[in-house]
């Protein structure tokens, strides 16, 4: 990206205005064809006014930036106002796991594409504002323009706030980072109702608005997130992998994509037809247990159901025997005795339990037989600490 870049800023009241800068400091007002006419083909970075995008710094537990792209919005959803599916997000790395994160409204972008494009304009660089601020550790960043302040509040945190919650905006920044000591205000006089009391403690520079250069030298020193690229770099290199990928994808699809296509798409439904019978089915036999052979699911699931209705459906099994489990060892069962888990199955509960010792086992199963619980021993494994034992009950008697 160049370092001499020309400066355009949409302004978010006016859409289909532009301000750029003309010279130094001076700013000229136009639509976005007045532009075309003015910057020709020198390079230039259009960055977004006002509130129209919101800088955000996260860590994603990620390491490539494909990823971080599909996790980054999830990561800030809660600091959002809007649902992320009207929301445009692009992202920079800042190293150690650390994004800087741009989010602006989707119909924006869309809005940005089609100006750019009607008017043949080509940006080497769409940013936000803030990220174009001037920005020093413990330092805030603040430039005013008519009723609207910016606020750059760290290396990769910016927003815009109307003038009158400026104060407010400032209280809380001051809470997030309480080391701040520091803050520098751009503007061509101090307005009158700028709030000095919430300034309090800081030390405040007045400084002339921002030139081209200081923007330029801030976004060389911390690369922004790309909200768009319309380069004419990109938009030609586009243009040529459109024509060669649509050439080249036509002919292999005319020679053997297409007949291979139909086969594969066959085998896959063929494939999914088979593991959705086979759901179904197993499905059918876990609502319905008693059901042994399956012959018309829906006639033998609708009977089912109309016997569930009717009430001729008796308590299951599992809750009889689990019941007489508790019961037996209620009352006599060791404090260390720990069940560790229950499984069911064809009318037989197995238990597994962990126990003091051998004679702690033998203890159980007597109480378990008084209950009139057939208790078959299925394995038992001493260890330093204590006997592990698996046991299947039987339907009490």
Known sequence: MSTDLQIALTDPHAPERLRWLDGDRAWRDGSWADFAAHIGTQPWALLLGGNQVTLFETTLPVRDLATARRAAPFAIEEQLAQPLDELEFALAPRGANVFAIAVCARD????????????????????????????????????????????RSGASGGFAVPLSGLAEAVALLRQQLPD??????????????????????????????????????????????RLLDASRRAGSSARARRLWWGAAVAAVVVMLVYPLLLALGNAALARTERELAAANRAVFAEAFPAIARIVNPRVQAEQALAGLR???????????????????????????????????????????LELADMGELERLRSLLGQAGLGAEMLSAESTADAVIARLRLREPS
């Open 180 to 225: 701040t000591a520091a803050v520098n205000v751009y503007a061509r006089s101090e307005p009158a109702a700028f709030p000095h009391a919430a300034f309090e403690g800081l030390t405040v520079h007045w400084l002339p608005p921002l030139a081209a250069a200081d923007i330029n030298a801030a976004l060389a020193a911390t690369a922004p997130p």
């Open 108 to 151: 924006l972008i869309a809005d940005l594409r089609a100006r750019l494009s009607a008017a043949d304009l080509h940006p080497e660089l769409v940013a936000p504002f803030a990220a174009a601020l001037p920005w020093q550790a413990q330092t805030l960043s603040i430039a005013v323009d008519n009723d609207c302040a910016v606020l």
């Open 310 to 352: 009717a009430g001729v459906v008796t308590t299951p099994q599992f809750l009889d025997l689990l019941a007489a489990f508790d019961q037996a060892i209620a009352a006599e069962l060791n404090a260390s005795t720990r069940v560790r888990n229950v499984a069911f199955a064809g009318g037989v509960l197995e238990v597994s």
